[in-house]
């Protein structure tokens, strides 16, 4: 029992993290018809947004110590922080350490600004296009943006720190009555669980009980009568892609203290995303979310080294052998919607 619990809690922190990409993924499919390939390079500017953040934040001048000297007495050369500076010790000290859950409020306008700019540039070029036209260019547009990040930031992994009261792992063995050190998992990771929950949440809610979201709604499921009605139904999927880039931006920002930031971590996410969004159906979002957890859980649980024994390589090909027996039984997905992607 002991050893099926832990899986699953590992299991929540990928799921979660496809969830929150595959949510993005649907909402562009839902209302705009565009098969975007470059999600995936969304969710790594997230991660990077958390990144640049701190770098800012730590940006420091030079003074003169004259009370630590080195071995010959000459007086040291001692770093401080500007936020230090302006702040204070321990105020400044507290910003930087929290600068990931800070780079939220920091991604937001960024990644609107970068999705608005990718829809009106782009993508709004190649709505009535072919679905491979659509596959083609905004894999294109990945590849370029995921270059453009090694250029500036390198090609090695940034480690990027979660909040020291975050750091730490909590021990649920004690907490469900077993023995201490059986069933281990890190703080960041149940905070990463809420957040992603909160955001699904949110996303859902914007959807079902705002003016906003339902108009949107009404368009996905009927975009020429509401356009006949007087409504912009273009303006508002164009804030919808915005959304849709916040949310995987979002996602990434959280996700960085727990897969240290890459140039090519979007590319690592999206083919598994799209795998997710074909599994939970095309155009479902509620398809997007379910098929997410399951398939992060599934994969924590082939990753499990008697299974590993038994078949190896079972944890790098389990979501797409679930895919095929899913979609063999119910091409359309878990929840996908008659005549999406059957044209």
Request: charged content about 15%; overall charge neutral.
């Amino acid at each position: 029992m002991d050893a099926i619990l832990l899986q699953i809690l590992n299991g929540l922190d990928k799921g979660s993290a496809y969830a929150l990409i595959a949510l993005g993924l649907t909402l562009i499919f839902g209302t705009l018809g565009v098969v975007n390939f470059a999600h995936g390079a969304l969710f790594m500017i997230g991660a990077f947004c958390a990144v640049t953040l701190q770098r800012l934040l730590s940006l420091s001048f030079e003074t003169i110590d004259p009370e630590k000297t080195d071995f010959l007495g000459n007086p040291l050369k001692v770093k401080t922080p500007y936020v230090e500076s302006w702040f204070g010790p321990e105020t400044g000290a507290a910003i930087i350490d929290w600068s990931v859950p800070l780079a939220i409020l920091f991604s937001i306008p960024i990644m609107l600004l970068v999705g608005f700019v990718m829809e009106r540039g782009l993508i709004k070029h190649f709505y009535k296009r072919p679905h491979a036209d659509q596959i083609l260019v905004t894999f294109g547009l990945a590849i370029v943006l995921q270059e453009l990040v090694k250029h500036y930031y390198g090609a090695n992994p940034i480690q990027t720190g979660a909040p020291d009261a975050f750091k730490g792992s909590f021990d649920f063995g004690v907490l469900l009555g077993f023995d201490p050190n059986l069933i281990i998992y890190p703080y960041w990771r149940m905070v990463y669980f809420g957040f992603a929950a909160v955001i699904v949440a949110a996303v859902f809610a914007f959807l079902q009980f705002t003016t906003f979201g339902m108009v949107v709604r009404a368009g996905m499921a009927d975009r020429e009568t509401v356009g006949l009605l007087g409504i912009n139904i273009d303006k508002r999927f164009t804030i919808m892609f915005g959304l849709a880039a916040a949310v995987a931006g979002l996602a990434g920002v959280m996700y960085a203290p727990i897969n240290s930031p890459n140039y090519h971590m979007g590319m690592d996410f999206l083919v598994l995303s799209f795998v997710v969004v074909v599994v939970g159906g095309m155009g479902s979002l509620p398809g997007a979310v379910l098929a997410g957890f399951m398939l992060g859980i599934l994969e924590s649980f082939a990753s499990m080294n008697w299974i590993k024994s038994l078949i190896p390589g079972i944890d790098q090909i389990i979501i797409y052998l679930v895919a095929i027996a899913i979609l063999l039984t119910r091409p359309r997905g878990l929840m996908g919607r008659k005549g999406v992607m059957e044209d």
